[in-house]
């Protein structure tokens, strides 16, 4: 194992590392926004607002995740409209993790007593501020662990701007390896990197589903 490559390239290791943490931080808050959105229309009353949830979480987690950002990177400047490589892939991964946040918040939605909702409409709120307040944040709480998977598995796939020319981890190693010849150190030491990421969020992840837990 030759590390002298991780500090002879230490500026092409560290851009990269920066793209994928902001492109990886910046999708997971979209996602988990856009996620709940849908979730919520996903099981509202009004029916239009109930289909469009279904198609957008039927939609997305059914194509593959390249096909997406290729779509915002070569496809939409057909129309006009124009995406770095960053932006695409990062669009792209909020979008396609965001249909699955949608499913698990949904099923958590749907593991409350419904007597509960009943409860807070008699009382005179509205069906919204009855998610807000009441539903969402014990739904949210149960499906933590799910939740958390979706985020490891959005900075996995954060590789996928390496294909867009989206300058992150994967994309700088693609570079390194093509200058340098050597591939398989190259790539340990992207896994490596990408463990500094992941490994965190991983116990963070247990740490707040332990600190949750406490409090039921």
């Known amino acids: 194992m ?4 991780l ?13 994928t943490i902001v492109a990886s931080l910046t999708a997971l808050v979209a996602s988990f926004i856009v996620g709940t959105i849908i979730a919520v229309m996903r099981i509202t009353p ?12 039927e939609f997305f987690r059914n194509i593959p995740l390249v096909v997406i950002a290729f779509f915002f990177f070569i496809g939409t400047p ?3 409209i124009r995406f770095s490589g960053i932006t ?3 669009i792209a991964l909020s979008i396609y993790t965001s249909a699955f946040i949608a499913e698990a918040i949904r099923s958590g939605i749907l593991s409350i007593p419904k ?7 008699s009382s005179g709120l509205t069906y919204t501020q009855t998610m807000r307040m009441i539903i969402l944040p014990q739904a949210i709480k149960i499906v933590i662990p799910p939740i958390g998977n979706q985020f490891i598995n959005l900075v996995k ?3 996928i701007l390496a294909l867009i020319s989206g300058a992150d981890l994967m994309y700088q190693a693609d570079l390194i390896s093509a200058k340098t010849f050597i591939v398989f150190d190259v790539y340990i030491l992207v896994a490596l990197l990408y463990l500094i990421i992941t490994i965190p969020l991983s116990v963070g992840v247990r740490y707040i589903e332990k600190r949750l837990a406490n409090t039921y």
Not at 2 to 5: A, G, M, N, Q, R
Not at 7 to 19: C, E, I, L, T
């Open 2 to 5: 030759d590390f002298s490559i």
């Open 7 to 19: 500090v002879d390239y230490s500026d092409m290791f560290w851009d990269g590392f920066k793209v």
């Open 46 to 57: 009004i029916a239009p607002l109930r289909w469009v949830g279904t198609a957008y979480v």
């Open 78 to 80: 057909v129309i006009g």
């Open 88 to 90: 695409a892939g990062t």
């Open 115 to 121: 007597g509960q909702t009943e409860a807070a409409r």
């Open 157 to 159: 796939n954060s590789s």
